[in-house]
């Protein structure tokens, strides 16, 4: 399982969702920044592991 998860502008990640595989929510990450131009990171819960981090750029 992983999750991404979205930086606020306070400085805190908030959960956003979780998928099965890495792959899938390595897509969705980087969907929304490109969206949003935010910074998403991509975390594994069960080791508390941070796997990726994508960042929306302008």
């Not at 930086?7 to 805190?12: E, I």
């Not at 890495?22 to 941070?50: G, M, Q």
């Amino acid at each position: 399982m992983f999750c991404i998860e979205r930086l606020d502008s306070n400085g805190h990640w908030t959960k956003e969702i979780c998928f099965k595989t890495e792959f899938k929510a390595f897509v969705s990450a980087r969907t929304k920044s490109r969206a949003t131009l935010r910074t998403y990171r991509i975390v594994n819960p069960t080791w508390n592991h941070v796997v990726a981090v994508v960042k929306g750029q302008k």
